[in-house]
């Protein structure tokens, strides 16, 4: 079945610091890979997406690229700032038939220190 | 525009009893999912709404869970029995078919 590793938290970092987090997956076919945030106090929201190998997701400074030879999809940010403070969840969604639920990693708590 | 809609957004219950959580979709989202949060344990999948199609109940961890989704809109997530392991929080989201979730805030649920 699908799967998605993240690295261990937490992760504490000061600002402008530059960030990556690791995610692995693996997935039957040619999944869609996510990353999710989850600002305190707040639901989860997509950060960005990449649907096929070799695209790059991007938003507020972040980026993944969808790598099929090494099936790892991390997040990168070369310069955090406190408000990135969240937890960051990676994800993917295979196609198979009309089931498209996404399976998520476990989640990696950020802190980004003034 | 209005988002997911999670009620209530905090349930303590006593061990044993049941306990309903809603969700209201966005509307027009064909597709409605829940999870469960749970501390270290990140999000499980418990069940999938699509359209008019037979849910997707694969993550449901035991038959005192159920959920039902009325006229393709409002859906209810049920616990019955619950148990101390029960406490989490408990996430919805919709979706058109093939396009990013969107989540609502939760319900948190405390089983004491």
């Known amino acids: 079945g699908n799967s998605v590793t993240q690295m261990e938290g937490p992760v504490t970092l000061s600002e402008e610091a530059f960030l990556t987090i690791n995610c692995t997956y693996t997935?039957?076919?040619?999944?869609?890979l996510f990353w999710y945030v989850q600002y305190p106090g707040e639901g989860l929201q997509l950060l960005l997406k990449a649907t096929k190998a070799d695209d790059k997701g991007s938003n507020k400074g972040f980026e993944a690229t969808y790598r099929k030879e090494t099936t790892s999809f991390h997040l990168e940010k070369g310069s955090v700032q406190v408000s990135d403070s969240a937890v960051y969840f990676c994800a993917l969604s295979s196609h198979t038939g009309a089931n498209s639920k996404l399976t998520f990693g476990k989640g990696i708590t950020l802190s980004v220190r003034p | 525009g209005a988002g997911v809609s999670q009620s209530p957004s905090n349930k303590v219950t006593e061990k044993g009893k049941d306990v309903e959580l809603r969700c209201d979709p966005i509307?027009?989202?064909?597709?409605l999912y829940w999870y469960r949060q749970s501390l270290g344990q990140g999000l499980e999948f418990l069940i999938y709404?699509?359209?008019?199609?037979?849910?997707?109940k694969s993550g449901l961890p035991s038959d005192r869970f159920s959920a039902e989704r009325t006229g393709g809109s409002v859906s209810t997530l049920t616990i019955q029995r619950t148990q101390q392991e029960d406490s989490a929080v408990y996430l919805c989201?919709?979706?058109?078919?093939?396009?990013?979730?969107?989540f609502g805030n939760g319900t948190r649920l405390t089983v004491t």
């Open positions: 509307s027009g989202h064909t597709a």
């Open positions: 709404f699509q359209g008019n199609s037979a849910p997707d």
């Open positions: 989201a919709s979706s058109l078919e093939g396009t990013p979730l969107h």
């Open positions: 997935a039957t076919g040619y999944p869609s």
